[in-house]
């Protein structure tokens, strides 16, 4: 999974980088709201980490674009102990969680993996869950029912992003800038061919229909219906 972390504090931003790579997360970082913005609307992550007070944009005033901008991503705020006002105003604005500086490595990651319970997006041993689909982050093995899905380490994090995405109409854009990141070198083509790859390994195991085209637009992981 792949978390946005963003801090103006270098020394705490490479805690909590260190805190979530030692969880198996893959985490970005930014040190400005603007930057922090910019990286979050992408939506490209599973979970933003936010601090509240940031150069040149507020965490609030981050939350807060979007989640007008449509945005359901799951975010953490980081706040002062006394910044009672601050909290409130970042949970009004749409924010999922808060958790007060200083603060313990163990909590952090308890209320981030919480919070990936409560919306759907792991299971309770930890594992991505959709239907038939089971994926383990710290394994980075992939199963359909009992049988395993033996993906090179490129399907596994497009498998990956689709079932934190299910039946959520995913752009090739998106799908690119999370699995190939922004400043690769292959092409947006890629992600066409990669498709191809994932979708004969689930045809092998039974479920050739799961990864359905949304003509003119992208992909989308859903087992029950077709989409024209």
């Not at 985490?27 to 400005?32: I, L, S």
């Not at 940031?54 to 006394?82: C, F, Q």
């Not at 009672?84 to 924010?95: N, P, S």
């Not at 999370?178 to 947006?188: E, H, N, Q, T």
């Amino acid at each position: 999974m792949r978390v946005l972390v963003v801090e103006d504090d270098p020394s705490l931003l490479a805690a909590i980088r260190g805190i979530f790579e030692s969880e198996s997360f893959h985490t970005e970082t930014a040190e400005t709201g603007d930057d922090g913005y910019f990286m979050a609307r992408q939506s490209i992550h599973d979970l933003i980490v936010l601090d509240i007070m940031l150069p040149s944009m507020s965490g609030v005033e981050i939350v807060r674009k979007l989640r007008n901008a449509g945005h359901k991503v799951p975010i953490i705020l980081l706040t002062a102990k006394d910044a009672i006002k601050d909290r409130v105003a970042g949970l009004d604005a749409g924010a999922d969680d808060y958790i007060t500086k200083p603060f313990a490595a163990l909590e952090l990651l308890a209320r981030a993996r919480a919070l990936l319970r409560r919306r759907g997006m792991i299971g309770a041993e930890g594992d991505l869950v959709y239907g038939r689909f089971r994926l383990s982050p710290a394994s980075r093995e992939a199963f359909i029912g009992q049988t395993q899905l033996h993906l090179s380490s490129t399907e596994y994090e497009l498998m990956e992003f689709m079932v934190c995405n299910k039946d959520r109409i995913l752009t090739r854009e998106q799908i690119f800038d999370r699995v190939w990141g922004f400043d690769s070198g292959a092409g947006l083509s890629a992600v066409d061919v990669y498709i191809h790859y994932l979708r004969k390994k689930l045809a092998a195991a039974g479920s050739e229909q799961a990864v359905r085209t949304v003509r003119g637009v992208g992909f989308m992981l859903k087992e029950d219906y077709e989409v024209q």
